[in-house]
């Protein structure tokens, strides 16, 4: 089972719909933010949840021993709102993402993928 942090934002549930039809299991994980639970398809299993809060990576977890994968798009990616509130994004950015890695090590998930935009700004 893969498990999709963030798969209720445009591009998690447009990766969900790939990941069903190439025959995978998938659950997903938002904290609706910025998702929206109508882009998940109802027989997709849905939690919601907060990487800020452990007890619901536990949930996650504990409720689908079966994960072996994570992919992970619960990232802020907006670059002028994290020049104006850089901790914010350091919060959401790295001190979550390291508590989603101590939850997937502590159940033996092994397996990340953390997808990055990356823009060309031009030459020098």
């Known amino acids: 089972m893969i498990a999709v942090i963030g798969g209720a934002g445009y591009i998690g549930s447009?990766?969900?719909v790939?990941?069903?039809?190439?025959g995978k299991e998938v659950v997903v994980f938002d904290n609706l933010s910025t998702g929206h639970r109508e882009f998940v398809?109802?027989?997709?299993?849905?939690?919601?949840?907060?990487?800020?809060?452990?007890?619901?990576?536990?949930?996650?977890?504990t409720g689908y021993l079966q994960i072996h994968t994570v992919i992970h798009f619960a990232a802020f990616a907006y670059v002028s709102e994290s020049v104006e509130q850089p901790s914010k994004y350091y919060q959401n950015n790295v001190v979550n993402t390291i508590k989603l890695l101590d939850t997937m090590l502590s159940y033996d998930v092994k397996k990340l993928f953390f997808p990055q935009h990356v823009q060309h700004m031009g030459t020098r």
């Open 14 to 16: 447009h990766t969900i």
């Open 41 to 61: 398809p109802n027989h997709i299993p849905f939690i919601e949840g907060d990487l800020a809060n452990k007890e619901d990576l536990v949930r996650l977890f």
């Open 18 to 22: 790939y990941l069903i039809q190439q």
